[in-house]
């Protein structure tokens, strides 16, 4: 893997391997079947992947023709630079 590509070490346990990784690919946008070939695993594995964390907020989608790019949020941009959650405290 792109050594740009590794998640952070504290994002694992947080999110799990497979969706770490998943973040940590997305500092560019990318439509799925892109990203499964690069992950080498199905495309619906990715889609359920990307699903968990578009509905938690770390990842953005937007239509590019016939495909759905998917990219990093402003926090998942945050997650994925400090691997931690950022603080909620103003």
């Known amino acids: 893997m792109d050594p740009a590509a590794r ?14 990784r998943l973040l ?3 500092g560019e946008p990318l439509p799925t079947v892109e990203l499964a070939r690069r992950l080498r695993v199905t495309p619906s594995a990715v889609s359920q ?14 239509r ?7 990219r990093r949020s402003p926090l998942g941009e945050e997650l994925a ?3 931690e959650p950022p603080d909620p405290r103003p």
């Open 64 to 70: 590019d023709g016939r495909h759905v790019l998917y």
């Open 81 to 83: 630079r400090t691997g």
């Open 24 to 26: 940590a690919l997305l």
């Open 7 to 20: 998640p952070a070490a504290a994002l694992v346990p947080l999110l799990g391997a497979p969706r770490a």
């Open 49 to 62: 992947h990307l699903r968990v964390l578009h509905a938690a907020g770390l990842v953005a989608r937007a």
